[in-house]
């Protein structure tokens, strides 16, 4: 179904070039819409019989395949905002990470691994493709 050299399968006939470009661009802005509607209407929705909010690990997913499809700032500040808001359930003793010499690492106060630690580095991540982005300034 999906072909080996990592594109989505309705773009496997696409002819290289403009075409493509512009359907890698539709697709990709049409995920991060869906995922801004979700995450907007997240802090609203409640369950309804047997249907339950859409998941914090739902609206990931589609930041991640919109991010894969076309590197963007913006995309980039908006994944860093959903994991802020994740909560640290690990002690900061048992997670495996290696020390490293990145000031994003050692952060005083930020546990590596937790999501304020995985935001900034979505937000240094935002600030490398446009060192001028104002949003990404903010939250960092």
Same mark, same amino acid.
């Given at each position: 179904?999906?072909?080996?050299?990592? +594109?989505? &399968?309705? $773009? +496997?006939? =696409?002819?290289?070039?403009? @075409?493509?470009? @512009?359907?890698?661009?539709?697709? #990709?802005?049409?995920?991060?819409?869906?995922?801004?509607?979700?995450?907007?209407?997240?802090?609203?929705?409640?369950? =309804?019989?047997?249907?339950?909010?859409?998941?914090?690990?739902?609206? $990931? %997913? $589609?930041?991640?395949?919109?991010?894969?499809?076309?590197?963007?700032? #913006?995309?980039? !500040?908006?994944?860093?905002?959903?994991?802020?808001?994740?909560?640290?359930?690990?002690?900061?003793?048992?997670?495996?990470?290696? +020390?490293?010499?990145?000031?994003?690492?050692?952060? &005083?106060? =930020?546990?590596?691994?937790?999501?304020?630690? *995985? %935001? *900034?580095?979505?937000?240094?991540?935002? *600030?490398?493709?446009? !060192?001028?982005?104002?949003?990404?300034?903010?939250?960092?």
């Amino acid at each position: 179904m999906f072909p080996s050299h990592g +594109e989505l &399968p309705g $773009l +496997e006939h =696409v002819a290289k070039g403009m @075409a493509f470009k @512009a359907a890698v661009s539709t697709t #990709s802005n049409s995920l991060l819409s869906l995922a801004k509607i979700y995450q907007d209407a997240m802090s609203s929705a409640t369950e =309804v019989g047997t249907l339950r909010s859409t998941s914090t690990r739902d609206i $990931l %997913a $589609l930041y991640y395949l919109s991010l894969s499809l076309q590197r963007s700032p #913006s995309t980039a !500040n908006n994944v860093g905002i959903l994991l802020a808001g994740v909560q640290q359930s690990v002690r900061s003793s048992k997670l495996p990470f290696e +020390e490293t010499n990145n000031a994003i690492h050692n952060v &005083p106060g =930020v546990v590596p691994g937790s999501g304020i630690s *995985l %935001a *900034l580095l979505y937000y240094n991540y935002g *600030l490398n493709l446009d !060192n001028k982005h104002a949003h990404l300034y903010t939250n960092l």
